[in-house]
């Protein structure tokens, strides 16, 4: 009898160390998987241009603070300092196509690819590498599709898309005071990832000075920048698969 009271006993304590284990367990996960979720990716296409982008990377630098470059081909001649800046500053380079013509880029899969294997070729030549994150002018919605994305996965490509972004690209007359405002309303403190859209062409001057002010924002709500690179998993629109 004794030694039945003593095992009861027993598989009663263990029991609740092994709960307490558990919970303790759980909770540690859920405070490293929070941590984990606040990241934004600070993205900038339509560049390199001569001033603007050169502001932005001085702003980034003042606040240490990595972005991520989705570059234009035919922008880079005449401005191979500005492309090699942004690497040396320890930021990521993505590829925006070489013409953004949508007209042309996206009359076929083939152009498309052209596109950015032309762009690739052109950041190579600067900085000695192509890189392989990818975004499409206007997001890849609807020109998206699985004959594509097979194409881009056997050239190395990948997708990335926002599910974040400023009117900079749309209104290059917007107000700072706008574009500080609509950042505000992106998160929340809400959004695990982000993905943030923002331009850096010689028409986004209000964007280079709201800059600052976003990246306190984020900074306020305890998120951690981060670049996108080979290893970042992809970030593009939902597509009906065929």
């Known amino acids: 009898m004794k030694r039945n009271t003593r095992l009861i006993v027993f598989g009663i304590f263990t029991f609740i160390m092994a709960s307490a284990c558990f919970v303790a367990w759980n ?46 081909g035919n922008k880079i001649e005449g401005r191979e300092d500005i492309l090699k800046r942004i690497h040396e500053d320890g930021h990521s380079l993505g590829l925006h196509t070489y013409s953004h013509k949508y007209k042309e880029i996206y009359s076929s899969h083939d152009n498309f690819v052209k596109e950015m294997e032309d762009a690739g070729e052109a950041v190579k030549k600067v900085i000695g590498f192509e890189p392989k994150p990818i975004r499409f002018p206007g997001g890849s919605k609807p020109y998206l599709n699985s004959s594509l994305l097979e194409k881009l996965h056997e050239r190395g490509y990948k997708v990335f898309d926002w599910n974040a972004s400023l009117s900079d690209g749309l209104n290059y007359n917007i107000s700072t005071e706008r574009l500080v405002k609509e950042a505000h309303k992106v998160v929340g403190g809400s959004n695990s990832k982000v993905y943030l859209l923002l331009h850096c062409d010689q028409t986004n001057k209000a964007t280079a000075k709201a800059l600052p002010m976003i990246i306190d924002y984020y900074k306020n709500l305890g998120y951690e920048f981060k670049t996108i690179t080979e290893d970042t998993p992809e970030y593009y629109f939902r597509f009906k698969k065929s």
């Open 27 to 72: 909770v540690a996960r859920a405070d490293s998987d929070q941590e984990e979720e606040k990241v934004v990716y600070l993205t900038f296409d339509d560049g390199p241009s001569y001033i603007i982008t050169n502001r932005v990377l001085d702003i980034l630098k003042e606040k240490e603070v990595k972005a991520t470059f989705f570059v234009v």
